[in-house]
């Protein structure tokens, strides 16, 4: 220990005891910090307790938008007045001042400490003047802090508690440590037959007996087996939250004494990794009529309108009776003068039965890839059958193919949306609003030599691997409308590879001319079912508010397909459901500080296709994945609570917003959508470990309102996300 405690840091020849430390007001507002390491490099992210008193019962931990780099190996905790002790991988123990408040950086560097701080296997501090320091042989140490405000005072090891010790035993056992002043707590997870605790141990410097006099008080007795870390930001108050992005991530707050009750259960959410707060020595709650704020923001110059509902008429929807569409190769010219085919996808059987689809009509690409086809005047059966069980609405495949001037067979699809003119009026408006959403334009991909056989399907256990199946697990919407990547695997977090090299040949800027021979119609079987809840709404509720979500009497989303095209997936447009539903599902009123998408059992199908080419003497083989139809599991929700997206409301996001998009909610009254687009979540659903995105129309049976609570001192903000609330916003947040 000579090498450790050199430098900077001095050995009393006597214990001494604690040094005084002067009164402190009760605060609310505790700076809270994670160290998230889920990324490619470790995080230091600030979170704001805004009523730590109280666990924030009414409300939430909220996101400041602040962060810092922390090496993924460091480690750290608070020492309380804005102090960060970090300890490096290397073993060096810093300090630094947290100074985001005022602008600053979170990570001022204050003092380097050097030394081998790598001989303890976990350090915090009591949030004054002491850090806790367990020994790798298990003995804990116990250090003095001179002008714990500063972070730059010496550090001075004051006692060694053996590892005999009960406490330390205690210590050396549990999942996790933390401190509130001179009391220590130790978390124990729970196993798979009975819950885990968080025990308090009392902490005394006087004596010579064991520091923890009094043994231990067992303060929460709930523990599930996922919980695996703890902090308080003072006396009275305890928040728990799982450890891993494969847990929920989902905080929750206790309060009191022994025992100590659950206070909310959901007080934050996507929470991974170490925590800490600026531990204070007295809480106390913030004036309730007080509009939370994770910063001070400045002032505006001009009053947003406040918000009105667009009472004008639902505008007549395009002509939704054809279908159309754009080709291009792999580099993005022009995929120009290839035959294209559309096929009927909905006909297709829910039994194993192989079924040929139904051309509905062909063409060619015009020279800059484009192609139309008009909806045939009379429809067959099997399409006005699977029309009606869709709400009116028609969903196509289009195909085209060819061949490059290296002989390598190129395919594209694209999955297109219809309906004729006599279908209903909320079917027409729905396809017309899928199309004016428009999408990107479908890449003609090699047909490799995997495609000539059927190909065995991975297990359940090996999409639980892939990276769409990873993401479901995390409890808080990370992906929003960002696109997804253009390459999924139903069985890995990333596919390697150029998929546009065969043979050693990259094919994807080489012309691509019509086959000799051509391509026959697509047969398709279906190889599997299963039902994805699926997001089709959120609502939003900051501060003194309610949010609802209404989705009524139908479907009314389009849901993306996946397509496999050798060993990869790639999205390839969207499928409309309009089917009718037996069930009004949703939420109402819920918050305030609230914020969570909806979701629906939709039934996915995973189709194998099948076509031949060269006059019929190849046969290939690809496989989709597309949404049918709402359906309830057996026994299952006719709808649940989606991913957290808090993180979208508060100041930060609105002071972030175009002014153009804000608005107000006058106090006591509401305001909600109910026309135009939603938003489109790119993790709407995954389905058989391959990510599909999904968006759903508005109407009178499909709508997001927010309810303004009663306090008048200050504004409930809205804004919207695409436009202004009362345009096309897509999603409405709140503050």
């Known amino acids: 220990m000579t090498a450790l405690l050199a430098g900077s840091i001095a050995v009393p020849t006597a214990l001494s005891a604690p040094t005084a430390q002067a009164a402190e007001a009760c605060r609310s507002g505790i700076p809270t910090y994670v160290h998230d390491v889920t990324g490619e490099s470790g995080v230091l992210r600030k979170y704001l307790d805004w009523d730590p008193l109280t666990g924030n019962a009414k409300g939430a931990l909220l996101d400041t938008g602040e962060t810092a780099p922390l090496e993924t190996y460091s480690e750290f905790f608070t020492g309380g007045r804005g102090i960060i002790y970090v300890k490096t991988p290397e073993g060096a123990l810093k300090t630094y001042k947290d100074n985001s408040a005022t602008g600053g950086s979170m990570l001022t560097p204050v003092r380097d400490y050097g030394g081998e701080w790598n001989a303890y296997e976990r350090m915090w501090s009591t949030g004054d003047n002491r850090i806790f320091a367990l020994h790798q042989d298990g003995a804990l140490e116990v250090y003095a802090v001179a002008n714990p405000s500063s972070g730059s005072g010496a550090i001075t090891k004051v006692r060694t508690v053996p590892r005999t010790d009960p406490a330390v035993a205690a210590i050396a056992q549990a999942d996790d440590v933390w401190s509130a002043g001179q009391v220590v707590y130790t978390l124990r997870r729970g196993v798979a037959d009975r819950y885990g605790e968080v025990k308090a141990w009392r902490y005394s410097d006087s004596g010579s007996g064991s520091p923890f006099p009094n043994g231990s008080t067992t303060v929460i007795t709930t523990v599930g087996t996922k919980t695996m870390r703890g902090w308080s930001p003072g006396p009275g108050t305890i928040y728990t939250v799982g450890d891993n992005p494969d847990y929920t991530g989902i905080a929750t707050s206790y309060t009191g004494t022994a025992i100590m009750d659950i206070a909310n259960p959901d007080v934050g959410a996507g929470i991974y990794g170490d925590v800490h707060a600026d531990i204070a020595s007295c809480l106390a709650s913030p004036s309730p009529d007080i509009k939370p704020s994770a910063r001070p923001l400045p002032p505006e110059t001009e009053t947003p309108p406040k918000a009105v509902t667009d009472g004008s008429p639902d505008p007549s929807p395009q002509n939704p009776t054809r279908f159309s569409g754009e080709f291009v190769l792999g580099d993005g010219r022009p995929a120009a003068g290839l035959p294209v085919r559309v096929e009927a996808v909905d006909v297709t059987s829910d039994s194993d039965d192989e079924v040929q689809l139904v051309t509905l009509g062909t063409t060619v690409t015009a020279p800059d890839g484009t192609w139309t086809v008009p909806l045939p005047a009379t429809l067959p059966e099997s399409v006005k059958r699977a029309a009606a069980d869709n709400g009116g609405i028609i969903n196509a495949m289009a195909s085209v193919n060819g061949k490059t001037s290296s002989g390598h067979m190129m395919r594209g699809t694209h999955m297109v949306t219809a309906a004729p003119a006599t279908a209903p009026a909320t079917a027409r408006a729905l396809v017309a609003a899928a199309a004016e959403g428009g999408s990107e334009p479908s890449k003609m991909r090699p047909v490799t030599d995997d495609m000539l056989k059927e190909q065995a399907q991975p297990t359940v256990a090996q999409t639980n691997l892939s990276w769409a199946s990873r993401d479901e697990q995390v409890s808080v919407d990370t992906l929003g409308d960002k696109p997804l990547p253009e390459y999924q695997s139903d069985t890995v977090r990333e596919p390697h590879g150029d998929p546009y090299v065969v043979d050693g040949v ?17 047969s398709e079987t279906v190889i599997g079912t299963q039902i994805k809840y699926t997001t089709i709404a959120e609502g939003h509720a900051y501060w003194d508010a309610k949010a609802t979500v209404d989705y009524d009497s139908k479907l009314s989303s389009s849901v993306e397909v996946a397509v496999k095209t050798g060993t990869t997936w790639t999205i390839e447009g969207s499928v409309t459901l309009g089917s009718a539903m037996s069930t009004t599902t949703g939420y109402a009123n819920k918050g305030p500080h609230f914020a969570k998408q909806w979701k629906v059992p939709i039934e996915y199908k995973k189709i194998r296709e099948k076509w031949t080419c060269n006059y019929g003497r190849t046969t290939y083989y690809r496989y989709k994945i597309m949404g049918s139809k709402y359906k309830v599991p ?25 002014k153009t998009h804000r608005a107000w909610v006058e106090a006591g009254s509401y305001f909600q959508i109910s026309k135009n687009r939603s938003t489109k979540w790119s993790g709407a659903v995954s389905a058989y470990g391959i990510k599909l995105g999904g968006s759903t129309q508005y109407d009178r049976d499909h709508k997001q309102r927010i309810t303004a609570g009663k306090y008048t001192n200050a504004r409930h903000d809205i804004w919207g996300k695409n436009d202004r609330v009362s345009g096309k916003p897509g999603v409405f947040y709140s503050y």
């Open 506 to 522: 990259d094919t994807k800027s080489l012309v691509v001319t019509p086959m000799d021979g051509g391509c026959d119609k697509t």
């Open 634 to 658: 057996f026994g299952g929700a006719v709808g649940k609570y989606g991913k957290d997206v808090r993180n979208r409301d508060g100041d930060v996001p609105y002071s972030k917003s175009p």
